[in-house]
């Protein structure tokens, strides 16, 4: 069985191009509407900053967000800032947008996809609680999973390989990999910095396995189909940095290009075997469409 996301009419988009605030970058982008019509958009929270809804004149912005305004009907209570892909009394599942943490860390507690999920659930039913299962970089978008009961979770902590078949990426990276299809194999140990890199076999290193296939190339970049036997903190952009191929928009891991003003990796689809019926299960997020601009 396969859920991929509905088709939907977009809400405009516009992108920041240098520091400002979320006012003035309406007046100046939103073009029809008065000064009136901008607060009261702002004031009915109809005003996405990178998928989360914002009501403050003032919200600071940076090259490379995207503002969007939303349907008068949303956000509701009860509506998540951005694509439910799939729920049920088990699993709860999400297309996140780039540039939103999936769970807090030291600096940002609140602005993440697990509190905005967790407040969709207790909008219907107040003691609902979800479930972290598996983590998505801030910068990578893609497809999110919760469990929604604590013994989901435990199923999936205890045998995550057995129950999860595919873990599928999209990714352009710059230039195009030799040969156009390979499986990379090694052992990543993590700096007192946080990055991580290949070494040897040892206590601290863990090993890490991606498969790729080159799905499209042109203008000095490649689109690559990528899959990930095992989920290792930034194996992808690991393993694409030492094959001299990194991930566009990753600076931190050599990339010296960032042609969309994001990462360009997006978690395109999850396969595992439901928990509670055992049968095979198929979650996909379109490619976003920022990516199509790079090779055009």
């Known amino acids: 069985m396969e859920y991929q996301n509905k088709r939907r009419e977009e809400p405009p988009v516009y992108t920041v191009d240098q520091p400002t605030t979320l006012l003035p970058f309406l007046l100046s982008s939103v073009k029809g509407k008065s000064r009136n019509n901008i607060k009261s958009l702002l004031s009915r929270r109809l005003v996405a900053v990178d998928g989360a809804p914002a009501s403050r004149f003032d919200t600071p912005l940076a090259p490379g967000q995207r503002v969007s305004l939303l349907p008068a009907s949303a956000p509701r209570a009860d509506a998540l800032p951005f694509p439910l892909l799939y729920e049920d009394e088990h699993l709860i599942v999400v297309n996140k947008p780039a540039k939103l943490l999936s769970v807090a860390n030291d600096k940002e507690r609140v602005r993440t996809a697990y509190h905005m999920v967790t407040d969709y659930v207790k909008a219907r039913q107040v003691d609902s609680r979800i479930f972290v299962l598996h983590r998505l970089d801030r910068d990578t978008s893609g497809v999110l999973m919760f469990a929604r009961d604590p013994e989901t979770k435990a199923l999936f902590q ?48 863990k090993e890490a396995v991606t498969s790729y296939q080159v799905v499209k190339s042109g203008g000095g970049y490649a689109l690559l189909d990528v899959s990930i036997e095992t989920g290792r903190k930034n194996q992808i952009r690991v393993h694409m940095k030492e094959m001299g191929h990194p991930v566009a928009g990753d600076k931190q891991y050599g990339a010296r290009t960032n042609p969309i003003g994001r990462l360009c990796l997006h978690a395109s689809e999850l396969s595992f075997l439901h928990p509670a019926t055992g049968k095979p299960v198929t979650f996909k997020a379109k490619m976003p469409r920022d990516f199509n601009r790079v090779f055009r």
């Open 158 to 205: 205890s045998n995550w390989n057995g129950m999860v078949t595919r873990r599928g990426y999209l990714a352009v990276v710059e230039g195009v990999p030799k040969p156009d299809r390979d499986t990379i194999r090694s052992y990543l140990v993590e700096t007192d910095t946080h990055l991580s890199f290949s070494g040897r076999p040892g206590p601290n290193a």
